[in-house]
Each structure stands twice: as C-alpha cells, then as structure tokens.
C-alpha cells in the first residue's frame, strides 16, 4: 500500500512539473523565407552612347561588275570611324520578358575612300544618322539579355575625284532597316550599361550625271556599329520575388 501510494505521488510531482520544463524547452520550427529584391525593368529611360563603326560599300558603274569571280560590283572599299549620340525609351516587364520601343540619334564620323583603283577616287562619309527600333529580351535579375530591329536612317557625303578633270561631291539621305542586340545591366536602379551591336542598311543611292564627267554610278551601303551606353532609368518598382 506504502509503495501504491508513493508512486502515485511521484507522478503528480512529475505532472506539476512538466509545464515548467516544457516553457524552457528552446521551440524548434520552420525559419521565415526572406524575400529578394528583384529588379524591374518597367519605365522610361534616356541615355548616351559612343563607340566605333565600320561600313562596307559596293559600286557600279557603265564598265560592269569587277574581276573577282561572282562579284556583283564594280568596286568595293570600306570605311571606318566613331560616332556618339543619344537615346529615350521605354521598357514594359512581364515576368522574365522585357520588350519596349527605343529611338536614337547620333553624329558620325565613319569614312573611307577606293584609293584610286578604276583611276578616279571614290570616297563615302556617315555624317549623322538615327534609329527607330522595337526592344525585346529576357531579364534575370538586374542582367537583360535583348535583341533590336526597326528603321534607320543617315546622311551620305560622296566624293568622286576624277584625276585632271574635278572634284563631284553630293550628299544623300538615305532609310532602311538596322537590327543588332546585346547585353544590359542595372549598376543601380536607375543607372544602367549596355554594350550593343547594331547593323544598318541605307540601301543605295545613284548619281546620274556626275559634275566631274564620270560615269554614272550607284553605291550600296551598310554599316557594323558597337558602342557603350549608359541609361537614366526613371521610376519602376522594385518587386520581392520569394
């Protein structure tokens, strides 16, 4: 009976003393998920930019196409030379999807010449030009990834110099299309860098009756630019992504 009745006592002690141990205990449990910023591409920008150019240039004339095998000019001869300018934008996000619509302007100074080679001297010169494009890419994070296309624009300044006779000189404003793409990243929320790569077609343009006694020609011009920029990004929230 002695031993029943000490037992029974040991257990309500234990039972009385079970809640205070219990609040000592340390709780173990599932930690709180912490959000991560990511960055919204979203808003309107303006920007600078400058780099380096190279254009291709193909010209025909009444003597035909030139000795190379399946060549379809008369002459070829490449330009070369940097040009800065400015941009403004705006990016809409959805998800990972980045697209939007960007126009540029910028002078030039991209030329170059045949250096003589059907006896008279043609020279090209990009002085200025522009671009219209539609914007689309894929963003991780403060990096996008992007591709352009749309219109382009530029002025041609042509030189032909025809040794004894004179000196014709003429500019044309010439359109077409320009595509390109490349990488950008958000330095702050604001202050974004890009490099790119764009190429542009300004078609060809003909001079009919040069003022020097030439032969009437036609000039096919396209141009490769790779430039750096920097964006002032305006506005646009930052979203948590958890």
């Known amino acids: 009976m002695k031993r029943i009745l000490l037992t029974t006592a040991s257990l309500c002690a234990f039972g009385l003393a079970s ?23 979203t808003g309107f920008y303006v920007g600078v930019f400058g780099g380096g150019g190279y254009g291709n240039h193909n010209l025909d004339n009444a003597t035909g196409p030139g000795p190379a095998p399946l060549a379809n000019f008369t002459v070829n001869y490449s330009s070369k030379g940097g040009l800065g300018g400015g941009e403004i934008g ?11 619509v960007e126009a540029s302007a910028f002078g030039a100074d991209i030329k170059g010449n045949d ?10 010169k990009l002085g200025w030009g522009g671009t219209l494009r539609a914007r689309g890419g894929i963003a991780v994070d403060r990096l996008l990834l992007f591709f352009t296309g749309g219109w382009g624009y530029g002025e041609l300044t042509h030189t032909n110099t025809n040794p004894g006779i004179g000196v014709d000189t003429f500019k044309s404003t010439r359109s077409g299309l320009v595509a390109g793409g490349g990488i950008a990243y958000a330095i702050t929320d ?13 078609g060809t343009f003909r001079r009919d009756a040069p003022t020097n006694g030439a032969l009437a020609y036609n000039v096919a011009n396209t141009f490769s630019v790779v430039t750096l920029g920097l964006d002032f990004k305006f506005g646009g929230p930052v979203v948590a992504k958890y």
Do not use: C, H, M, R
């Not at 609040?23 to 959000?35: E, N, Q, R």
């Not at 705006?90 to 939007?100: A, H, L």
């Open 90 to 100: 705006y990016n809409w996000q959805s998800g990972n999807i980045v697209v939007g």
């Open 190 to 202: 604001n202050l974004i860098g890009k490099l790119e790569y764009s190429y542009l077609d300004l």
């Open 115 to 124: 250096n003589f080679a059907l006896g008279w001297d043609d020279a090209t």
């Open 19 to 41: 809640p205070a141990l219990a609040a000592d205990l340390p709780i173990y449990g599932k930690a709180p998920v912490v959000a991560t910023p990511a960055y919204d591409w």
